[in-house]
Structures are given as structure tokens and as C-alpha cells.
């Protein structure tokens, strides 16, 4: 095979038109002078308000495919949307930093937490999912989980007072809600019981009340799965079914030691 046959061959099975990865690319510069605009001291807010302005227009570009979209008017519907975005972030920081006894300073939290930054990213990425533009917010969720080894979809819906501890390896998938002052811990999956794509306008994963709290490796299926209000849910619990209000579930795990004097 010639080399003009194999460039021949490679332009011939790349059929997606619109598949330009500087979209991913740019989407991440994008979304890391957004989080340094909302709260880096150091970073002007005017003028970065104005080149993220001009980058979103190049995202536009690459993204809204369809011309009868108004693309260009999302911006305007977005931007006047950071306040209540960062007041809300703000809100979560610090229930991290007054439920973890090993957080040093809310300035600790905004600087070290991956679960911090993976609802802040989250958070900015869900208005933009509301709005209705097309695929940027789903590369900004999965940025933060390149990052943080947290995967929420945009699409999940997510109340006041959040904390994420550890991070690493939760999932939240699209139509989860969880409402406010929600721990979860590292490991958790708010997931679904089965995987159709019929099911796609469905309500697939879990409702969180108010004030649960899911420990580590937990795991949580179903659209109609309900954790009530001051629950705790237990680290390996495996739940796929309605759970009451202050209620406590655990796993029941057996541990055997075996000693030197003592082995069977």
C-alpha cells in the first residue's frame, strides 16, 4: 500500500464533519480562565469577561451546527448568570470547609479540593447545558473529570451547600437531583438500573433530599429511588430501591483475623 493510498483510506473513513478536536481544546482554555475570572484575586474581571467573550464566540463557532439556532445570543443569557453561579459556589466551599475537620482554611478548599473544583466546573457547565448549547458543557464535566476523577454530567440538577470529600471516582449521572446541604463521599455512584437508549427522555437516576449523607463506595440506582431527608447511607451500601426519611443504611460485612496463635 502506497502512502497515498493509506492518506486516501484515512480521509475516506473520517465521516464526521464536524469532529474538530480544537473545540475540546479550546473549550478547556475556556473553562480554566472562566474558574480563574470567578476567583482568583490576581485575575481582572472586566477584561477577562471580555476575552472569554471573544473565546466563546470562536466556541460558537465550532459547536451551534445548526444555523437556525440562535448561537450568538447565549453569551448574553449566560454571563448575567456567573453572579448567582459564584454565590452558589461560594455556598459550597464553605459547607467543605465547616464539614471537614481537616481543611485548614476556605482558601484550602478553593485551591486543593478536586471535589470543590469538580462542582465548580459542574455548576458552570449546567447553565450553559440549560440554555440548550450544544456539546461544550459536556466537555467542560468531562475536563473537570480528566482533572478530579469526579464525573458529574451537566444535566444532573444540584442544590445549595454541596461537598464532594476525596472525590475521586464519584458519579452523578444526567437526570439525578440531589437537593440541599448533600455530603457525598469518594467512590459514590447516583447511577441507573438499566442502560437503553429509549429511556433517554426518562428520569433515570436518584432524588437526594435534604441534609443525606452517602459514604464511601455507596452506590445509588434508579429514577424513582428516593433517599429521604437526614438519611445516612453507608460506605458499600447498594441501593436500587425508596429509602425513608432519617433513616441509616449499611452494609453488613463479616472481618476474620487470623493470628499466628490463632489460625484455623
Known sequence: MTLKSVIDEIELHKKQPNLNFSLKE??????????????????????????????????????????????????????????????????????IVNCDPASLSIEEVYMAYPGFYAIAIYRLAHELHTIGFPLMPRLMTEYAHRLTGVDINPGAQIGNSFFIDHATGVVIGETAIIEDHVKIYQGVTLGALFVAKNLQQTKRHPTIKNNVTIYANATILGGDTIIGENTIIGGNAWVTSSIPANSKVFHKTEIKIKTTNNVS
Open 26 to 95: 479550546k473549550t478547556e482554555a475556556f473553562t480554566q480562565k472562566l474558574f480563574y475570572t470567578l476567583f482568583d484575586t490576581q485575575t481582572p474581571v472586566k477584561e477577562n469577561l471580555e476575552l472569554l467573550e471573544k473565546q466563546f464566540d470562536e466556541l460558537v463557532n465550532l459547536a451551534c451546527w445548526q444555523v437556525d439556532k440562535p448561537c450568538k445570543k447565549i453569551w448574553e443569557r449566560y454571563v448575567v448568570t456567573l453572579p448567582n453561579i459564584l454565590e452558589k459556589l461560594n455556598l459550597d466551599a464553605e459547607a
